[in-house]
T-cell receptor
Framework: AQKVTQAQTEISVVEKEDVTLDCVYE???????LFWYKQPPSGELVFLIR??????QNEISGRYSWNFQKSTSSFNFTITASQVVDSAVYFC????????????FGQGTTLQVKP | EPEVTQTPSHQVTQMGQEVILRCVPI?????FYWYRQILGQKVEFLVS????????KSEIFDDQFSVERPDGSNFTLKIRSTKLEDSAMYFC??????????FGSGTRLTVV
């Protein structure tokens, strides 16, 4: 079965700490896309990143970085020097069988960054 | 920056009533979606729409649900006879070419 698992339900850190959010996926497809979305307390879904299954290069965007490892079926997200504004629910998602637009989301990880 | 607009932001309706949730996707986008999120749970795919027809739908999207793009700009989700379990946040999303998906801010539907 195709599935996205975010085992961490809630994480709490103190500002300026680094934090890694885990995402593990299951699929038999060779072509797929992986995403991360942020859902702040206001409720909207904010796109963070999209990676395809053929590109295992890690990506860095400011304080955010993503580690994609096909060998462990993981697509982890690290926030460096966390800030209070990073407090949100973070969802990992996948679009199996290539581009279809049917995103399968994980359960989400609630990140609380305390001052 | 272009955005997907959803109205209303919050709707309360009585069980059994019909409700229409409205979305205005980004103007040059071709692919449209509805997702829902029951409070505290994950986001779930409902339906995708392309070229004026449904391209895929989930098990959740039963005969009580329908979608329409009536005028080339709006994209609506209709629930014919709402149930208590339809209470959720409903997100509309659009994409120009399946390379990325922009979500709206959501409509919180409360069925009482």
């Amino acid at each position: 079965a195709q599935k996205v698992t975010q085992a961490q339900t809630e994480i709490s850190v103190v500002e300026k700490e680094d934090v890694t959010l885990d995402c593990v996926y299951e699929t038999r497809d060779t072509t797929y896309y992986l995403f991360w979305y942020k859902q702040p307390p206001s409720g909207e879904l904010v796109f963070l990143i999209r990676r395809n299954s053929f590109d295992e290069q890690n990506e860095i965007s400011g304080r955010y970085s993503w580690n994609f490892q096909k060998s462990t079926s993981s697509f982890n997200f690290t926030i460096t020097a966390s800030q209070v504004v990073d407090s949100a629910v973070y969802f990992c998602a996948s679009d199996w069988s290539g581009n279809t637009g049917k995103l399968i989301f994980g359960q989400g990880t609630t990140l609380q960054v305390k001052p | 920056e272009p955005e997907v607009t959803q109205t209303p932001s919050h709707q309360v309706t009585q069980m059994g009533q019909e409700v229409i949730l409205r979305c205005v996707p980004i103007s040059n986008h071709l692919y449209f979606y509805w997702y829902r999120q029951i409070l505290g749970q994950k986001v779930e795919f409902l339906v995708s729409f392309y070229n004026n027809e449904i391209s895929e739908k989930s098990e959740i999207f039963d005969d009580q649900f329908s979608v329409e793009r009536p005028d080339g700009s709006n994209f609506t989700l209709k629930i014919r006879s709402t149930k208590l379990e339809d209470s959720a946040m409903y997100f509309c999303a659009s994409s120009p070419d399946l390379s990325g998906y922009t979500f709206g801010s959501g409509t919180r539907l409360t069925v009482v």
